[in-house]
C-alpha cells in the first residue's frame, strides 16, 4: 500500500471544508452505530461526512474510507 501525503495545499483546502463543528454524539458513536444523513440535493449530507471524517482522523488518529454515489460532489468539497 502507497502511503499518500497530502500537500500544503491539500491540507488547507480540507481544513476549510472541514472547519464547521459536527455532533460530538456522531463523533462518540461512529463505528458503533450506524449513522444515516439523510436529506436532499444541496443539503450538505457530503459535507457533513466529510466534516465527520475529518474530525475522527485529527481526534482519532482513526483510518477513514468513504464510499459515495456523489463522487462529482466529493471531489468539489475537496478542491475547491
Known amino acids: 500500500t502507497r502511503q499518500l501525503t497530502p500537500t500544503c495545499l491539500d491540507r488547507q483546502r480540507i481544513e476549510r471544508v472541514c472547519s464547521a463543528a459536527v455532533r460530538e454524539e456522531w463523533v462518540d458513536v461512529m463505528g458503533a452505530r450506524e449513522l444515516i444523513f439523510r436529506g436532499g440535493g444541496g443539503t450538505g449530507k457530503t459535507t457533513v461526512l466529510l466534516r465527520l471524517a475529518w474530525k475522527a ?22 478542491m475547491c
Open 57 to 78: 482522523y485529527r481526534e482519532r488518529d482513526a483510518r477513514i474510507l468513504i464510499l459515495t454515489y456523489n463522487v462529482h460532489r466529493l471531489f468539489l468539497s475537496v
